[in-house]
């Protein structure tokens, strides 16, 4: 197991950190379609279509060729919903880490580096929702490279972004992540997070099934609005 060090973001990680980022996202995509097909709402509307198909054209084949185009189709709009979140990200704070994160109040942003080698990541920034911004800061963007999972390194990533809130004497630590980040979901709840809700970020991902869950951890002590 290589040892890791956690640091600050500097210049030269541009390029790693969007590329650890972005792969950490769209691996969820395959995850995303499995579940949109175990669905009881895709099955009867595959149902619905099947037969449908089958009695307008009075052909199985046609109705299965209707299904399998469905099925493509339906990937296609799952997997945009990774790939518009990947690249809705590299368009806006991940275009300049450093003014994003390092430039910019209450924020930060780390690797995690192994050997000169960049294998994970994690930002903290005020959340969007002003009710949140008085008392709590948002962890987000966290990504570890495949080979380098398993030894903690998410953690470590966590702890730091723990410490900063709790320094900086914010009362919480909010964050989202989706339904098929499984591996997430339990990182954060090892790390004292709580589901606090469950939503469809947009109209297609209703229809797909597709849900993001927001957690927050209560730092104790913390319960007054940090100074300004
Ligand atoms: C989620 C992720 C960051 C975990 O990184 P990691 O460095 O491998 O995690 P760690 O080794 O620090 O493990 C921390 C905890 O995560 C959970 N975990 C990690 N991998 C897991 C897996 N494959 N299945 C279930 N739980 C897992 C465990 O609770 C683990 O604690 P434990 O070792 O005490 O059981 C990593 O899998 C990843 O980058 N995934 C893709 C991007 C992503 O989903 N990011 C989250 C954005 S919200």
Sequence with gaps: M???????????????????????????APAGYRTFLRSARAQLALLILF????????SWVLGLGAVA????????????????YVQQALSTDLLDVST???????????????????????????????AEREVALELKRMSVSKDYRGQGISKAL???????????GFGAVVLSTSMVQVAAQRLYEGQGFRKVGASSPSLLAAVLCFQVYRYRCDLPGRTTAPPR
């Design 100 to 130: 994003s994160y390092l430039r910019a109040p209450n924020s930060c942003f780390w690797v995690a580096e192994v050997k000169g080698t960049v294998v994970g990541m994690v930002a903290v920034s005020p959340p969007e929702d002003p």
């Design 51 to 58: 037969v449908g198909v089958r009695a307008a054209a009075g």
């Design 158 to 168: 966590c702890g730091e972004v723990l410490r900063f809130a709790r320094a900086r």
């Design 69 to 84: 185009v469905a099925l493509v189709a339906s990937w296609i709009q799952v997997r945009s919903l990774s790939t518009t």
């Design 2 to 28: 290589a040892s890791y060090r956690i640091r600050q973001y500097r210049e030269q990680d541009y390029e790693a950190v969007r590329s650890v980022f972005a792969r950490g996202i769209l691996e969820h």
